[in-house]
């Protein structure tokens, strides 16, 4: 079987085992102004000119104290790249890794309406906003009949009739979302629990151009078909006829909540985003339910990209299915996520098969740990896992020592916070550079369900909280 075959099987299964599993308005008060982002991201990583969200006139991010909650703290995120249909392994032609395919003419949203689930990692806020993303867009999309709601169950288009809350921006129903911006809605009251899903709805009026999104979801999600306009208040979801495995324009969503220290960024590349896992069971969900259970209230965000690298020497041009770099994206994806307190640095193995060395890879590691301290974030970084795959240009002769070695130089620094110990977690207890059959996917690259507890496991959670939880004390 080609390796474009064996993908698409997987995936056809993934979406399967997904299908099979499928089992009055408030007050709109205290509205704060929205923020947009309207300066694109450059491509060198560089701060944009105009201060974004969470920033200071001098640009440059203010994480909360170990004595003072931020004002705003992200509870669920998804790092936005593309445009669709760019996804994990584009590189091998046709639908490979596109579960469910959606109509979008021309590979632009038109005329119709979307509705995303979640499941953020921290609740019990005061206040929700949630961010929309433009990041890939050539032209400026309009978002129409913004809602969010509680979702009746995982994977279903049905929401709670009640709880159906319109979003506003700086006052208004829609917004103008200029080429490589991100919206931020203005505050609204909003009440769910950890653990509940949530839906948000939205039109996108005319014609989008090219879309960002976040390809794979792991869950489901829902859109309309072209043409089909604004039904964000369908509360048996029927309008939304088309399933997805993606999340669409949906970048974020921040809370208020008092008495939490800050958030967690979790920055990685396919083991992070959560490849072969359903339903929200991803490392940094397991994290989530570990703070949950040490009555630590951080929320987590999950910045993972399928096939990310650190170095932008690992990713061509022709390459833009695996996203930014992290050495790029840094700035937006960790350093201006609301509320950010520390970060988990968990990538690198995609390097090592694009032909970096340990040394260049740990130089890019360095950089984003520089930029983390200075900004005063609290920094783990994580070992790399073992893995033995073929289908994925390991070349365990040349590129095992760079991997051995790149552990080697993590497991020495000395002015991190913490270190997450992967590799030795997942690790075969008989032969420790090999892979442990038991927490590994059929590929042996990627965790299993169990591997993905083993990996929340290993991250040092005294190093990402501060006092009285933790010891992070930048």
């Known amino acids: 079987m080609s390796v474009s075959e064996w993908f698409r099987v997987s995936v056809l299964s993934l979406c399967a085992t997904a299908l099979l599993a499928c089992s009055g308005p408030r007050d709109i008060t205290d509205r704060q102004p929205s923020s947009l982002v309207e300066t694109p991201m450059p491509d060198d990583g560089a701060e944009p000119d105009a201060p974004s969200v969470d920033e200071p006139d001098d640009g440059q991010p203010v994480p909360p104290t170990s004595q003072t909650s931020p004002e705003w703290l992200g509870a669920w995120s998804a790092a936005p790249y593309g445009p669709y249909p760019l996804k994990p392994l584009t590189a091998l032609g046709g639908d490979v890794a596109t579960p469910l395919p959606s109509v979008l003419i021309n590979n632009r949203a038109s005329n119709q309406s979307f509705r995303m689930i979640v499941q953020p990692t921290l609740g019990d806020g005061e206040r929700l906003r949630v961010r929309l993303s433009n990041l890939m867009g050539e032209q400026p999309v309009r978002f129409e009949s913004v809602h969010v709601a509680r979702s009746l169950a995982q994977n279903t288009p049905a929401i709670e009739a009640a709880s159906n809350t319109p979003l506003y921006f700086d006052g208004e129903s829609g917004v103008t979302v200029a080429p490589g911006a991100e919206a931020v809605s203005d505050a609204v009251p909003f009440v769910y629990q950890t653990g509940d899903h949530l839906a948000v709805s939205f039109h996108v009026s005319g014609q989008s151009g090219a879309i960002t999104w976040h390809a794979i979801s792991y869950g489901l999600n829902y859109l309309t078909l072209p043409g089909v306009g604004d039904v964000t208040g369908d509360i048996s979801g029927a309008s939304f006829t088309q399933p997805s495995m993606g999340w669409f324009f949906l970048s974020g969503i921040d809370i208020k909540r008092s008495g939490s220290p800050g958030s967690i960024v979790a920055l990685g590349d396919s083991i992070t985003d959560g490849a072969f896992t359903l339903f929200n069971s991803r490392w940094t969900d397991h994290l989530a339910d570990r703070l949950a259970a040490a009555a630590i209230p951080m929320g987590v965000m999950n910045q993972g990209i399928n096939s990310n690298t650190v170095t932008a020497e690992a990713t061509t041009e ?26 988990v640095i968990f990538e690198g193995t995609n390097d090592l098969t694009a032909g970096q060395s340990a040394e260049q890879i740990f ?5 984003l740990v520089a930029r983390a301290h200075e900004a005063g974030l609290c920094v783990v970084v994580g070992t790399l896992t073992p893995r033995a795959d073929v289908l994925y240009n390991w070349d365990a002769q040349t590129m095992e020592p760079q991997r051995q070695r790149l552990n080697a130089l993590i497991r020495a620094q000395d002015d991190v916070e913490g270190i997450a110990d992967f590799d030795l977690a997942l690790g075969r207890a008989s032969d420790p550079a090999k892979p442990a059959l038991g927490l590994y996917s059929l590929d042996l690259l990627h965790p299993n369900a169990q591997g993905m507890k083993a990996i929340a496991e290993a991250v040092p959670l005294d190093a ?8 992070c004390a930048r």
């Open 318 to 343: 022709a390459q833009a299915f695996k996203g930014a770099p992290a050495v790029l994206r840094f700035d937006r994806d960790v350093l201006q996520r609301a509320g950010v307190r520390s970060v």
């Open 464 to 471: 990402l909280a501060p006092p009285p939880f933790g010891n």
């Open 363 to 367: 130089a890019g590691i360095r950089s």
